[in-house]
């Protein structure tokens, strides 16, 4: 059985649950499953123990953090040799307009070419926005970056974007990419 890594980083909490759900699906697929949150993973990084590795990162200020790109690039080997797949959680993600997808398609297009690294898989989610958890500066970003992607401005509320059969089906897609590498390698 194989066992898939899934390594996210997040700030406000939802690649972390989106995460949880991956792992949930591929545990019911038939897959071994562990995520591990790269702020808190003890500087053992030893993806060699997985078969493939999903990473998921969120956006802010137009860029993924800086942790995981520099992650990916010094596990570029191993990641090249393995199957793998990347999402993204954003609030362009939850733009369904040609701008959202050009704006999404430009934050995947930058760490691809960047890292050098071309995960089998892609997928961009709609993320959430907590403004219980912002404050100051933040929190009138998120609010801004709401209101620019048609999401809920009123800061007494927190909202989730997240499209969880899309979830559902990257986790079945991943899995079935999973099967095919099994049939390979026998
Ligand atoms: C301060 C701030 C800046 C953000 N900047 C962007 C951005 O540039 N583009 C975007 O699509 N979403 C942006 N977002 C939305 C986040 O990507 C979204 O809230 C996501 O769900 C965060 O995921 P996390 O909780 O895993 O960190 C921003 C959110 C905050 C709070």
């Known amino acids: ?24 699906n591929l545990r019911e697929l038939g897959y071994g499953a562990t ?24 956006v802010h200020f137009h860029q993924y953090p800086k942790e995981i790109v520099a992650w990916i690039e010094s596990n570029l080997e191993t990641l090249k040799r393995k199957l793998s797949g990347f999402y993204s959680v954003s609030m362009t993600g939850a733009q369904e307009t040609e701008v959202g997808r050009e704006r999404t398609d430009d934050y995947l297009t930058k760490l691809f070419e960047k890292t050098g690294w071309h995960p089998k898989l892609v997928a961009s989610f709609a993320g959430a926005m907590r403004y219980s958890e912002l404050d100051g500066v933040r929190q009138r970003v998120g609010q801004f970056v709401s ?29 079935r990419y999973l099967q095919l590498s099994e049939k390979t390698h026998v």
Do not use: C
């Not at 059985?1 to 949930?24: F, P, R």
């Open 147 to 175: 209101w620019r992607t048609g999401g809920e401005t009123d800061i007494a509320q927190d909202n989730e974007y997240t499209d969880w059969r899309a979830v559902r089906d990257f986790s079945a897609e991943f899995a």
């Open 1 to 24: 059985m194989a066992h898939v890594l899934i390594l996210y980083a997040t700030s406000e909490g939802q690649t972390a649950k989106i995460s949880a759900e991956i792992v949930n």
């Open 35 to 58: 995520r591990k949150d790269l702020e808190t993973w003890p500087g053992i990084y030893d993806v060699k123990d997985f078969d493939a590795i999903i990473i998921g990162a969120s």
